[in-house]
């Protein structure tokens, strides 16, 4: 069926009519207000609306619509391109391993999805190829004059504003004492920045047990996207996570956010009140403004041995140990990444209303491991972990021509399922690699553009990755879509077939206009549905981000929204590592 036939010709100039009903299509540029939970405790009345109003302003005034883009910079100040690399200078510089081929044969890449291997002991030949496989550059490229890297973890415009840290016990040949060091990436090198109690990481986590801590400089991205860089950096967490859990998951390692942390928790962990204060303008600003190049704490991770059973984390007592931390002796200074700036005020007003408290009742808990069906395992081609991860490209253009084999595409899918196989059971909570790093159910959903795929007819289609919202879905969506299981569709992949036709010139729009959207054999964007509890997160309300589509469908907490973005990011690590190598 043509893209804009008469069946769909009550909006030709709104490409969300193809998904949603004309009752709908009024509200998808509007943004009710609602409330569902009272203040927490540390957030009065007034504070909530406001920062909640904050986070409404940002959502709305940074939305990319079909008539022009959000603001940023006119163009690019190559003079002013921030370094790639952030270095504290004078901190200790720890070379890292760069791993030499196995003496063992290393699990292939498939294998993990069924099961975590045995646990390896933490040492510096097993951080060194975590980091390596996860964080590091991945390859040089040059053209003309210009030379730039790449790295495992993929990032908006490959700028990387995110940073990471490691709390870990003493290692020999790296620290004799427990340590917190940044990890530098160019030179696959730990800088030690602190040493803490020995006592510290066994008080709380199992023997054999560190951290890994994100933290994003806004300034990277804004840089290029202006206003937008605050999702792009949210975006660019949940790739880190995402790849430090599949380079753990060779190493017999599992993984897990430690959600009950508030800000002030992070940053004193990872050290950067070494970054100071300062006063957001009224307004965008140009100028010098090197306060701006600071490092925003996101999040920290347990890295822990795969078979340890349950524990739990007391946040309380685990909080009041890290602020002793502010009295350790930090070393280095960070670098300047450059001379002049633009300050983007939404961008940092927005940071300051999204800031989540300490979560002292929140429950840490370890879910057993679900495995991930292998549908097409001759696709692997027997590749293992490192081989995959660290030959993972962002696709810049495709050919128009080559067509993807059905039982590929439907193996691509299954490997984004949070809940991993079920065997009947439904797909919802986040139990299988990697999304079993985080610790509340998915909420995110993905819609499907097949233009060439072998055998299944082109058309869109919808991933449903928590089926509790199916009903909804139904609901939301035009009353005509078939929401039919395609021919030769898993059991087990709940894939649903909307309605037939070429829809390219469709998700070329949704896609800012770009060829990539048409020429590759689907596109997708993903639909986030938020209906966490209000009072299980932190204060405040807000409406759930449509991926790509950017309108607001559900209700839940400020912070939340952010990690709307790690969910997000998550799935789309997975599916880039998929499609690198399978046919």
């Known amino acids: 069926m043509p893209l804009f036939s008469p069946k769909f010709s009550r909006s030709p100039n709104n490409p969300y009519a193809i998904l949603f009903p004309s009752t709908l299509l009024p509200n998808i540029r509007s943004?009710?207000?609602?409330?569902?939970?009272?203040?927490?405790?540390?957030?009065?009345?007034?504070?909530?609306?406001?920062?909640?109003?904050?986070?409404?302003?940002?959502?709305?005034?940074?939305?990319?619509s079909f008539t022009n883009y959000a603001r940023g910079p006119r163009g690019l100040d190559w003079a002013n391109q921030?370094?790639?690399?952030?270095?504290?200078?004078?901190?200790?510089?720890?070379?890292?391993?760069?791993?030499?081929?196995?003496?063992?044969?290393?699990?292939?890449?498939?294998?993990?999805?069924?099961?975590?291997?045995?646990?390896?002991?933490?040492?510096?030949?097993?951080?060194?190829?975590?980091?390596?496989?996860?964080?590091?550059i991945s390859a040089w490229k040059t053209t003309g004059f210009s030379t730039w890297s790449l790295r495992v973890n993929p990032s908006s415009g490959n700028l990387h504003p995110t940073e990471s840290y490691?709390?870990?016990?003493?290692?020999?040949?790296?620290s004799d004492s427990a340590f917190v060091a940044h990890y530098a990436p160019k030179e696959h090198s730990l800088e030690v920045r602190a040493e803490i109690s020995s006592g510290f990481l066994p008080k709380f986590f199992p023997k054999g047990s560190f951290l890994i801590g994100f933290s994003s400089i806004f300034w990277r991205e804004a840089w290029k996207y202006g206003e937008r860089a605050f999702r792009y950096c949210n975006h660019d967490v949940g790739h880190a996570i995402a790849a430090v859990s599949m380079a753990a998951a060779e190493l017999g390692w599992d993984v897990k956010?430690?959600?009950?942390?508030?800000?002030?928790?992070?940053?004193?962990?990872?050290?950067?009140?070494?970054?100071?204060?300062?006063?957001?303008?009224?307004?965008?600003?140009?100028?010098?403004?090197?306060?701006?190049?600071?490092e925003h704490p996101d999040c920290v991770l347990v890295v822990f041995p795969n078979g340890v059973g349950e524990f739990n984390v007391n946040y309380r007592e685990l909080s009041m140990a890290i602020s002793r931390f502010s009295e350790l002796k930090w070393k280095g200074k960070p670098n300047v990444l450059s001379r002049e700036h633009i300050c983007w005020d939404i961008i940092y007003r927005t940071a300051e209303a999204v800031k989540k408290p300490l979560m002292i009742e929140?429950?840490?808990?370890?879910?057993?491991?679900?495995?991930?069906?292998?549908?097409?395992?001759s696709s692997y081609k027997n590749l293992t972990v490192?081989?995959?991860?660290?030959?993972?490209?962002?696709?810049?253009?495709?050919?128009?021509?080559?067509?993807?084999?059905?039982?590929?595409?439907?193996?691509?899918?299954?490997?984004?399922l949070p809940s991993g196989s079920q065997n009947g059971g439904k797909q919802g909570r986040q139990l299988g690699l990697p999304f079993r790093v985080l610790s509340w159910d998915s909420e995110v959903h993905a819609v499907l553009f097949v233009h060439k795929v072998a055998g299944l007819p082109s058309g869109l289609y919808f991933l449903v990755r928590n089926e509790d919202h199916f009903d909804d879905l139904k609901k939301a969506t035009r009353s005509n879509f078939k929401w039919a299981k395609p021919e030769g569709c898993p059991d087990d992949l709940p894939l649903y077939e909307l309605t037939r036709g070429d829809f390219q010139e469709l998700a070329k729009r949704i896609s800012c206009h770009q060829d990539i959207a048409v020429m590759a054999a689907s596109a997708l964007v993903w639909w986030l549905i938020l209906r966490v509890p209000c009072r299980t997160r932190v204060h405040g309300c807000i409406h759930a981000y449509f991926g790509k589509l950017e309108f607001w469908v559900r209700c839940c907490t400020l912070k939340h929204m952010l990690l709307a973005y790690l969910q997000l990011a998550l799935a789309a690590t997975l599916m880039m590592l998929c499609m690198s190598f399978l046919d």
Do not use: W
Request: aromatic share 10%.
């Open 82 to 136: 921030p370094k790639p690399f952030r270095r504290f200078d004078s901190a200790p510089l720890v070379p890292l391993l760069h791993p030499p081929p196995p003496n063992q044969t290393p699990p292939p890449y498939s294998s993990v999805f069924l099961n975590l291997p045995p646990p390896k002991p933490i040492s510096k030949s097993t951080i060194s190829q975590l980091f390596f496989d996860s964080l590091a």
């Open 31 to 64: 943004i009710p207000t609602m409330s569902l939970s009272s203040s927490s405790p540390s957030t009065l009345p007034h504070q909530q609306d406001s920062n909640e109003a904050q986070v409404l302003k940002y959502h709305n005034q940074t939305k990319h």
């Open 257 to 294: 956010v430690l959600d009950g942390l508030g800000y002030e928790d992070l940053k004193k962990l990872m050290g950067l009140e070494i970054f100071p204060e300062f006063e957001i303008p009224a307004r965008p600003v140009k100028g010098k403004f090197p306060v701006i190049e600071f």
């Open 166 to 174: 490691i709390i870990a016990p003493a290692i020999e040949s790296v």
């Open 386 to 416: 490192s081989e995959v991860v660290r030959k993972r490209r962002s696709a810049v253009d495709m050919d128009g021509v080559h067509v993807m084999q059905r039982d590929t595409f439907y193996q691509i899918l299954l490997h984004c």
């Open 362 to 377: 929140h429950k840490f808990s370890i879910d057993p491991f679900h495995s991930s069906r292998l549908f097409n395992e």
